[in-house]
């Protein structure tokens, strides 16, 4: 009836009187990467923990598959794979024992332990003790996990938390690869949008328990205008001059800036400087980057 | 559903000294009866328990046993538990398709299934205590399986407390020392009316009927799982 696999209506959470989470409304499609982005402690895994059914919305309702979750959790969960900020695992057994636990709950048949530890490449690891494995293969072994009920949709919550950028590219690239491969519809978590950048089809981004941008990732790069910056000798002088002549330029007391960047008026801005005998040292073109506009959507508060 | 979470629970305490803790308790109650009849076989056996040697050793196993139980029981609440506490793995585990009614009463059933292993290990190692003391092969097992099994029956309040208070608390610190002072209390408790839960297990009542005390403990049992239960259904998960 409607193309949201996973949909929030109105989804809050007090915590001592805070609303955590406020009024969301979170939309994935399927077959979306979708990356659900904030600053630390804005509510991010107080959502996911909801869509989980760790934690009961406070006002709100959820939907996943189309079935309302308070009402047919166990269906929804069966087939829904998740992992929650740092692994969950059992040091003292190994892999295949730490998939079993999983497997007999979720009644998979046994193979599948062997094609998840293939996925993530931990075959040749999987009869050593969890205990030993370092934080990225703890984090394969936790997405293997995930993977095990072979779930329609994957929850991660800052799956690449910790990790050095060898294992995190790796945990990208496994990541981008499951809807092809997979058909899997993934929501991904993380304060860091160059992360979420590489991969997502779709971003949410949140910010003190608030949604403020949900839309494709082309939207979002859409906000990043380019502008000219030009610096000339008598730069207050030359802004005058060029506003004079009907010429579009700003001028903040440091820089002289160009918001529309046509080469036909960059031509002619060049053009009058020159005629004006201003010296022109450089005329370059600035480039906001999304981490520059995350930084403006969610108030400049955010760590990246 | 919960044959197959017993069996996930049973896999996960591979390798985790808790069936060492399971043998060490039995081992400790019989090896220590052992010790007493071997040191005091003259007395005990020629003077005290003269006319009924089998119902002096059994009594002495239950005196032992009960207080062993206590803290036993106590000290696998907390390890069972403290299983998903390490790495933090109640997000994991209650994010499968399974009710958390299906989780709870799985590592109750699990502490259960232990202690009931342990308390056949009592009973076991009673019978060839007593042979190997030479009491003969007129064992009395009516004697002996009630003399094991009631007061395990009596003291199920005590797990499903331990149980509750273990998975609650991240910190095991708080429910073990209250499993060690009913440990301590347990042993005092002949001194409390029968409406006091540390005595059920002892199976002492006024009435002399020691299934008023397996009721008593069977029914508050029920009771005190129900009670952990609906806590635990409600809680939101760290």
């Not at chain 2, 097992?141 to 149980?163: D, H, R, S």
């Amino acid at each position: 009836m409607n193309e949201w696999i996973l949909e929030t209506n109105g989804l809050s959470k007090q915590l001592g009187g805070r609303a955590v989470v406020n009024q969301l409304n979170l939309q994935v499609k399927q077959g979306d990467i979708y990356g659900f982005l904030g600053p630390n402690g804005a509510g991010k895994t107080t959502t996911i923990r909801m869509l989980l059914g760790l934690a009961k919305p406070s006002v709100g309702s959820i939907r996943i598959f189309g079935k309302d979750l308070r009402k047919e959790r166990l269906s929804i969960l069966r087939k829904v794979g998740s992992l929650v900020e740092y692994p969950s695992y059992y040091g003292h057994l190994n892999a295949i024992d730490n998939l079993e636990t999983v497997r007999r709950l979720l009644d998979v048949p046994r193979s599948r332990i062997s094609e998840v530890l293939e996925i993530v490449r931990l075959t040749k690891d999987a009869k050593r003790a969890v205990k030993g494995y370092s934080l990225g293969m703890k984090q394969r072994l936790g997405i293997a996990t995930a993977l095990l009920g072979q779930p329609d949709l994957l929850i991660l919550d800052e799956p690449t938390n910790g990790l050095d950028p060898a294992g995190i590219q790796e945990i990208r690239e496994l990541i981008k690869s499951m809807p092809r491969e997979h058909g899997v519809t993934i929501l991904i978590s993380s304060h860091l949008l160059a992360e979420i950048e590489q991969m997502a089809t779709r971003v949410g981004i949140i910010t003190k328990g608030q949604m403020i941008f949900q839309d494709s990732i082309e939207a979002l790069r859409r906000q990043a205008k380019p502008t000219i910056r030009i610096s000339v000798s008598r730069p207050e002088e030359a802004w005058r001059m060029l506003l004079a002549k009907g010429l579009p330029v700003d001028w903040d007391q440091t820089r002289l800036t160009v918001g529309e960047v046509s080469d036909r008026t960059v031509a002619s801005i060049v053009a009058a400087l020159v005629q004006q005998d201003h010296d022109v040292y450089r005329v370059e073109e600035e480039r906001v980057s999304l981490e520059d506009i995350f930084l403006e959507i969610t108030g400049g508060e955010g760590s990246l | 559903m919960s044959l197959r979470i017993l069996s996930a629970e049973l896999l996960k305490i591979r390798r985790k000294f808790i069936w060492f803790l399971i043998f060490l308790g039995p081992i400790g109650v019989v090896g220590l009866q052992a010790v007493n009849f071997g040191l005091r076989y003259d007395y005990l056996v020629g003077k005290v328990y003269r006319d009924d040697l089998w119902g002096g050793l059994i009594e002495n196993v239950t005196i032992l046993m009960v207080p062993t139980l206590f803290i036993g029981l106590a000290i696998l609440a907390s390890m069972v538990a403290g299983i998903e506490h390490q790495t933090n793995s109640w997000k994991q585990t209650l994010a499968l398709p399974v009710t958390r009614t299906q989780v709870f009463t799985g590592k109750f059933l699990l502490n259960l299934l232990l202690l009931l292993v342990s308390t056949t290990l009592v009973a076991a190692g009673t019978i060839v205590l007593g042979i190997v003391l030479g009491f003969g092969t007129g064992i009395p097992y009516g004697v002996l399986l009630k003399a094991c099994y009631y007061p395990f029956l009596a003291i199920v309040p005590f797990i499903a407390l331990q149980n509750w208070l273990s998975v609650t608390f991240q910190n095991q610190a708080f429910p073990l020392t209250v499993g060690i002072a009913g440990m301590v209390v347990s042993m005092f408790s002949i001194r409390f009316g029968d409406w006091f839960p540390w005595k059920w297990p002892y199976l002492i009542n006024a009435a002399k009927e020691p299934l008023y005390s397996v009721a008593c403990g069977l029914a508050f049992g029920l009771v005190v799982l129900a009670a952990g239960l609906a806590h635990f259904v409600r809680k939101d998960v760290k």
